[in-house]
DNA sequence: CCGTAGCCGATGATCGATCATTGCTCAAAT
DNA sequence: ATTTGAGCAATGATCGATCATCGGCTACGG
């Protein structure tokens, strides 16, 4: 289960590249549940996605069974697959963790990056950038990016996959769509990361297990 | 995907609680991967576990992907399932999250055990006892329960579902297999840990860190 | 002798159909 | 009116079969 699905799906071209079909599945569930076809608490039924894509219920059990491990949905024995009810209590477990893992994540980023935060201070002038125009989705994904670049750059796979399965993307847009959570004008709380990478902060883990942690602070409702 | 299976297969009674045929099919792979029949790096065929358990592809399958979660074996498209090769590498990856999330954990328990350390104490005496009967298996044994005690009692499903996925069990039994991994004398360990707990230590994260990481340098080979 | 294209068996991926459970409907009994 | 349980439709779980891909083997050309 690779979870980042690189491109778009094969219909427009035949790619060098075969993508299972869970995976194209997987992509259009995620899709929908970030466009609001389903509310949290919705039932997802896997031969309706089947004949919908024209694909057989196997594919489809494959890819709700990896959004379950990404804890957007939930799966219960033969009572099938449900949306994932979004309070802001299990937010905050899932930033919790994800802070556990990122406090990690960056104090083994630190020495391996050396210093070399082109790809942060891009992502994060794209998210100066969005600030400004007010485009929520595209800071969003950015501050994502951010926050991945940086995990991926720990060297540890096992850390990376677990990182991978929290979704945090997919949360981010969802709990935009879905509680209204704010955007913090965080900017300058990554810009205090970049720094601290640039020259090894002692206290990178404690300042990263912070952010994170303040983003589950961010909701209005 | 529940991962822990409380009892035995179902072939001495029929239980009142009907268990999903892939869960069966998991804990006879998890049982024979422990067991020794396969080697790391060795292919696990899907239709041969299917024949074997005289049941269909289709649940085999989603126990392998289940597996596949805990880092247990690997899988790539068209290329089916090997069991994951397990060097100490990988070993410290898989405690370097592992100590992450029981840091965080402890963290989070200790103020919601409120000094109910009864549970713990109780696998610290089996430990202790399993230690000086030199039942190496058995100290695992407790030692693990006593770590998912501690990690249950957090009261954070996610974390706790991430720390269920690193698969701690197998692969306590798994090293001590396949690395011949010494069991460090660690009772007293745990002891401190219970101390703290028992006090509310405001150090416990980071000693609960430290106690899992040294795990990992417990290897002879 | 070595490299390479093509054949072929093994096996993962997917399919369409069937079995079994769940939740609902609705009417009879209280 | 409420309860209760048989009947039924929906749907998850499982099955057996087929399709597609991978890896090894072999024959051929150099």
């Known amino acids: 289960m690779s ?13 060098l590249e075969r993508v299972p079909l869970h995976e194209h599945v997987r992509h259009f569930v995620l899709e929908g549940l970030v466009a609001g076809r389903w509310e949290p608490g919705d039932r997802i039924v896997e031969r ?17 069974r990896e959004l379950e491990t990404m804890e957007l949905v939930t799966c219960a024995p033969n009572k099938g697959v449900r949306v994932r009810e979004l309070t802001l209590g299990q937010l905050r477990d899932v930033y919790l963790v994800r802070a556990a893992l990122e406090r990690r994540a960056v104090m083994l980023a630190a020495p391996r990056m050396a210093g070399n935060v082109a790809t942060l201070e891009h992502h994060l002038d794209a998210m100066r950038r969005a600030a400004v125009e007010g485009d929520i989705d595209s800071q969003a994904l950015h501050g994502v990016a951010f926050h991945r670049a940086i ?10 996959r677990h990182w991978d399965w929290l979704g945090v993307e997919a949360w981010t847009r969802l709990s935009l769509r879905w509680l209204r959570t704010e955007l913090h004008d965080n900017a300058e709380d990554h810009e205090e990361l ?3 990478l640039r020259r090894g902060d002692p206290h990178l883990g404690r300042l990263m297990e912070l ?5 589950s602070n961010e909701s209005r409702t």
């Open 3 to 15: 979870v980042p699905l690189p491109t778009g799906p094969p219909g427009g071209g035949p790619s």
């Open 48 to 64: 309706r996605i089947a004949q919908e894509l024209a694909v057989s219920q196997a594919p489809v059990r494959e890819a709700l």
């Open 151 to 160: 995990v991926h750059a720990c060297g540890n796979p096992v850390l990376i």
């Open 194 to 196: 970049v720094e601290g």
């Open 211 to 215: 952010h994170v942690m303040d983003y």
